[in-house]
């Protein structure tokens, strides 16, 4: 059984938000799976269901597996390069053996992590 069904971040701009996570999540093999029309679409990006507007939560990252160091380089430059901001370079983690990871935040404030546990 897996911890989560799906997370969620919100955007107030789809079409940039679709843009930056194509960019962002394909460089760690990750493909969208669908469109939601004027709602959103299946990675988890979505215009909030309230109507109001999107806001980022404080504390919260969503983390992604990447299959090794190379494709987290190319995440976070990725990420950097669609405009997002950098949050954490990419880089050894020394609370777990073999952790590489990086941190950015996607154009709306939204924090993403991703991470590998493989010996690079």
Aim: net charge negative; aromatic share 10%.
């Amino acid at each position: 059984m897996s911890i989560f069904t799906h997370v969620t971040v919100g955007t107030n701009d789809l079409d940039k938000a679709r843009k930056f996570y194509d960019d962002v999540l394909g460089k760690i093999g990750f493909k969208r799976i669908a469109d939601l029309g004027d709602n959103g679409s299946i990675w988890g990006v979505d215009k909030p269901a309230n109507g109001q507007p999107a806001t980022v939560g404080n504390g919260v990252t969503v983390s992604f597996e990447a299959p090794n160091s190379d494709t987290i380089n190319a995440f976070h430059e990725a990420a950097l390069a669609a405009g997002g901001q950098d949050e954490g370079a990419a880089g050894v983690r020394d609370w777990a053996p073999n952790a590489y990871a990086a941190y950015a935040r996607d154009l709306d404030g939204n924090k993403l992590a991703v991470y590998s546990f493989r010996a690079t």
